[in-house]
């Protein structure tokens, strides 16, 4: 940010300046007003010694308050304007200051693995956070994960998202390697079983029963967790089905250490 010519020209004179120096300041500031700490409401970019006294438009004399702050502060040096309360003067003026370390270190960083990438031969570009915003705002898409990541970098497309739903994946891990389940006193109480296959299954799996007889006739879809018995728990989106057969029972998918939603 201090050195803005590494971001190339339309970082600095194009729509995203505005962007780039907003998302930077929300972050620095605690996106709360410096003066009063309020939150949660739009905040300005302020000075803090004021242009009409040759403050600079350098990053480290920008901050963000609320409205009626910055109309009181008006022209007004920060010293002046916060003369009756020296420690958040104070507080102030420490963190307009603060060296960008954090930033530094990730610039670093980053510029050795893009040099990395590049090596690769294949295609790389780069974004920032300010063009992600920028992007999505464009096309008026909420604030969403998956839509952020969608409008990473320049070539981002025209989204069509009617319709699409984003797929939810959880890692679960493979289970445990315990021979024993303990009680809360971390006492062996209950037996497990030394083989996680079970007549073709094993806990994890999503099964499709369809039940024909008894009590539990219907059809229940969901994850199951296999006894050696071969009686079945389901867990369907309508709750936990005990007791399932496991002739009843047809993989839909085998278990690979991820849920999906
Ligand atoms: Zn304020």
């Not at 004399?61 to 910055?70: D, E, P, V």
């Not at 992600?132 to 990541?149: G, I, S, V, Y």
């Not at 497990?192 to 039940?211: E, L, M, Y």
């Amino acid at each position: 940010m201090r050195n803005p010519d590494i971001q190339g020209k339309e970082y600095q004179q194009g729509t995203l300046t505005g962007y780039e120096t907003r998302e930077f300041l929300l972050e620095k500031w605690d996106r709360q007003c410096a003066y009063c700490g309020i939150k949660d409401v739009p905040l300005q970019i302020e000075h803090i010694h004021p242009r009409a006294q040759g403050g600079s438009n350098s990053i480290t004399n920008l901050t963000l308050s609320c409205s009626k702050c910055n109309t009181k502060k008006g022209t007004k040096d920060i010293k002046e304007f916060l003369k009756k309360e020296p420690l958040r003067l104070e507080r102030i003026l420490k963190q307009a200051k603060r060296p960008l370390a954090d930033a530094a270190a990730v610039n670093t960083t980053r510029f050795a693995l893009l040099e990395v990438l590049k090596a690769t031969g294949l295609p790389v570009e780069t974004g920032s956070g300010g063009l992600t915003k920028f992007n999505r705002n464009q096309q008026n898409l909420e604030k969403t994960h998956w839509l952020d990541a969608a409008c990473v970098g320049k070539s981002t497309p025209i989204l069509n998202i009617e319709g699409v739903k984003p797929l939810l994946i959880t890692a679960n891990g493979h289970g445990t390697r315990q021979l024993c389940r303990t009680d809360k006193f971390g006492i062996p109480n209950r037996h497990c079983s030394r083989t996680k296959f079970h007549f073709g299954f094993q806990t994890g799996d999503i099964v499709k029963a369809v039940v024909t007889t008894g009590k539990k006739i219907g059809e229940y879809i969901g994850r199951i967790a296999v006894r050696s018995t071969g009686s079945f728990n389901i867990s369907t989106s309508n709750g936990l089905i005990q007791g399932i057969s496991y002739k009843y029972c047809k993989s839909i998918h085998k278990k690979d250490g991820y849920s999906y939603a």
